[in-house]
């Protein structure tokens, strides 16, 4: 059985999909993810019952007048009425891979020690898609302590090339050898 959040998710898309408005509505949730993240007391005080119902409402119809989707308000102020924004990120966290899974996206993290080259970004994102048959959406984030060699992130998948990875298993290799 899917959480509540998942459940939200799952109804907001859908309704994204019946008007046509998925990319909005995506565009407009992480708009809104935004302002909460930024604002956290705006956030506490929509959850809290020390404002009314009614106030934390025509709070969030103010904000968010400018939004173009009414779902999205609209699921803003059923979570306000329930005191539930805090699964706000939780529940765009589930649109965003029902997003991507529609659309066959899969976003890819490479983590080297060094900063990838435009050449070698778009040879591991062919590669991939060759491999996945998805639109791949490649980021590359650089860890130094990784020494070389690349770290690749998807989905539940994680594939280690590092060096340090590498360097790790000699070491334990050679650790584990009896010397007599």
């Known amino acids: 059985m899917k959480n509540l959040e998942q459940q939200f998710a799952s109804a907001i898309f859908e309704l994204a999909t019946e008007t046509g408005e998925v990319d909005i509505v995506r565009d407009e949730l992480h708009l809104i993810e935004d302002v909460l993240k930024e604002n956290p007391t705006y956030k506490a005080l929509l959850d809290t019952p020390a404002v009314t119902r009614e106030e934390k409402l025509a709070m969030v119809e103010e904000a968010f007048a400018s939004l173009s989707s009414g779902n999205v308000r609209n699921l803003l102020k ?65 860890k130094p302590e990784l020494l070389g060699g690349v770290l690749l992130r998807y989905g539940e998948v994680q594939l280690d090339g590092t060096l340090k990875s590498r360097l790790d298993t000699l070491s334990e290799s050679i650790a584990s050898v009896i010397v007599d």
């Open 78 to 142: 059923l979570l306000t009425e329930r005191r539930e924004c805090y699964m706000f990120s939780s529940i765009v966290r589930a649109y965003d891979a029902m997003y991507d899974e529609a659309l066959g996206i899969l976003r890819v993290e490479a983590l080297t020690a060094y900063a990838m080259t435009d050449a070698q970004k778009v040879a591991l994102t062919e590669k991939l898609t060759r491999k996945t048959g998805k639109n791949i959406i490649l980021t590359n984030t650089v």
